[in-house]
């Protein structure tokens, strides 16, 4: 269906593959409600690369249902009933759906608005929707159904659950094809399974949903993004802080969370009479921090980040491992300075973010700029003359880097405008990670100032910078992005050292204290298995370099090595071998060439 308060403007191709989309939902529902009598139908939207339909039915769908229903919507299309739009006063559209049985679309026409609904029917089935829909099924050749999930009606956790199909529809079959052959590979990819067999995190149901336990190899990746977080802060000319995880109530009343991101907290606790919130955000503290004495210009601009960990409520149908958590540790970072700096902060925050995520490998990038409303200014803080300046400030900063960008007319927050970069990842799929976001509204709740030149009070503007976005998620991003085999200066084990026999773990220690002491990340595997076993284990565990030591490496002092995904490399000199380890982690390198 498509009440889904679905909105369809314009006419430009991201439009039409909508509406194909939104049309193929119906083909969907047509053939379940056919196949399957009795089934309730909810709602049906276009979402991004495909669409989804939620059914009542107490009988959970299986895999050969789903084929089932498959070949039913092929038999509609080749049927090419037309799709015809229907206008109904309220009452006949609800006596309608009443008579079909089809009590969830009452509910929705009750609440909607007006005195008439559009309704879309092909043959004999009706949808209550807003449309629009291509003109027949006969267009509607080239989609594929996709999965199963739960659903709650209405996104509420204590209302009907549901079940919700998947699917994906193109023009052309081509397109659905190399769809598809994306599907698969992103299936490899998929960073919940590569987490469980790399052994890097995982969660418990006695944890607690969208909360993530990192274990040693997780952890000691985490903690190496850490230390190159920090140390390219402090030569960024930012300063490190850390703040508490909960604050009093009255700060998140001053910051107004508590008006308008409430649902998004948790229940708060009861500390000596007062109640206490866990943080959603880090952004009260690095005002307080900067509230907590007297600013001057001559103190601006000030540069102040945090590894932060936040708390958000998120329903646990949307959780999903490490991209969408209820606890995760933001890389935030505020920028507090004056007007006349604001440019060159900026500009300053672009270079900075573009030359991190390039180190990751992600130089692929989309960039959005996220403005306010034309037509309706009246609902964003901050005066006329403040958004213009901002919004030139970033204009600039693009421009003076030759970035294209998409300008994103009423996407902007109420409190600013906003840069997003999404970086492109190895098959091609786009991800949200640096936001730099202008606040005109923090700064006036607080009464935050500086004493100007003129020895008045000005307030400061203030830049929210988050460049990862979450460690969390970043993490996610990257196990998928790099398919687990990650870069050298990345992997928590760089080199695996493998004894032939018992005889050569001696030498095998010996090699892994060398290694450790020169600054890389060894592991010697001592166990009492076969070469050829410890090789493949090595390798399913993605090490980038494989060490063997057997009775002629003893007696020479070298090892024979084996880089991962290339095969033999023959014998090495130990110190050559270190040397260009080190040269390849230094330089961030994204390939192994020794």
Not at 61 to 83: G, Q, W
Not at 123 to 148: I, N, Q
Not at 274 to 291: A, D, E, R, S, V
């Amino acid at each position: 269906m498509a009440n889904d308060n679905a909105k369809h403007t314009g006419a430009g191709p991201a439009d039409a593959l909508e509406t194909l989309r939104h049309s193929t939902a119906h083909l969907l529902a047509h053939a379940v409600l056919e196949l399957f009598p009795g089934t309730q139908a909810g709602i049906g939207p276009a979402v991004d690369n495909g669409f989804f339909y939620d059914f009542l039915r107490d009988t959970p769908f299986s895999t050969e249902d789903l084929s089932a229903i498959e070949e039913k919507m092929r038999r509609i299309v080749a049927l090419d009933m037309r799709i015809e739009k229907l206008t109904l006063p309220k009452d006949e559209a609800i006596g309608l759906f009443q008579g079909l049985g089809q009590t969830l679309k009452v509910e929705l026409i009750r609440e909607k608005g007006g005195d008439f609904v559009t309704c879309y029917r092909q043959g004999e089935f009706v949808d209550f929707c807003l449309g629009p829909h291509l003109a027949s099924t006969g267009a509607l050749a080239h989609f594929k159904l996709l999965s199963v999930s739960g659903a709650y009606w209405k996104g509420d956790e204590r209302g009907l659950q549901l079940q919700r199909i998947y699917g994906t529809a193109f023009p052309t079959r081509k397109e659905l094809d190399d769809y598809l052959v994306l599907i698969e590979e992103a299936r490899k990819r998929d960073h919940r399974r590569l987490g469980v067999e790399l052994d890097l995190y995982s969660t418990a149901e006695e944890l607690g949903g969208g909360l993530i336990l990192w274990h040693p190899k997780g952890a000691r990746i985490r903690a190496i993004i850490e230390q190159y977080w920090r140390e390219r802060h402090w030569a960024g000319g930012y300063d490190v802080l850390y703040t508490p995880h909960l604050g009093r109530e009255i700060l998140w009343q001053t910051s107004g969370h508590l008006d308008f991101y409430k649902d998004g907290m948790y229940s708060p606790m009861d500390i000596d009479g007062q109640n206490y919130y866990l943080k959603p955000m880090n952004c009260p503290f690095h005002i307080l921090i900067y509230k907590s004495r007297m600013r001057s210009y001559r103190d601006l601009p000030l540069r102040w980040a945090e590894l932060g960990t936040v708390y958000r409520y998120e329903r646990s149908g949307v959780l999903h491992g490490l991209l969408r958590v209820r606890g995760f540790t933001q890389d935030d970072a505020h920028i507090f300075c004056t007007p006349d700096q604001m440019e060159a902060e900026i500009l300053r925050v672009l270079d900075f973010s573009t030359s991190i995520l390039g180190d990751f490998g992600f130089t692929d990038n989309k960039i959005e700029l996220s403005v306010r409303d034309p037509k309706n200014t009246s609902k964003y803080a901050g005066s006329d003359e403040m958004w213009t300046e901002a919004e030139a400030s970033l204009v600039k900063a693009l421009d003076a880097r030759g970035f294209a960008y998409e300008r994103m007319e009423g996407e902007a927050v109420f409190y600013g405008p906003k840069i997003d970069i999404k970086v492109k990842d190895a098959i091609g799929r786009l991800w949200q990670c640096t936001t730099i976001q202008f606040d005109f509204n923090e700064p006036a709740r607080f009464g935050m100032s500086y004493i100007g030149p003129d020895g008045q009070g000005h307030q400061p503007y203030m830049i929210h910078r988050a460049l990862m976005g979450s460690l969390e998620r970043f993490f996610g991003i990257l196990i998928e992005h790099y398919n687990g085999n990650f870069p050298l200066w990345l992997a928590p084990v760089q080199v695996a050292i493998l004894p032939i026999a018992e005889r050569h773990d001696d030498y095998a220690k010996t090699l892994e204290d060398t290694l450790r002491r020169a600054g890389l990340r060894p592991l010697a595997d001592l166990r009492r298995e076969k070469l050829n076993y410890k090789i493949r284990e090595a390798e399913r565990l993605k090490v980038p370099l494989i060490l063997i030591a057997g009775d002629k490496e003893v007696a020479a002092g070298t090892a024979s090595l084996r880089v991962h995904g290339q095969g033999d490399k023959g014998t090495v000199d130990l110190a050559a071998l270190i040397a260009g380890v080190k040269t390849l982690v230094e330089n961030k390198s994204l390939t192994v060439n020794l």
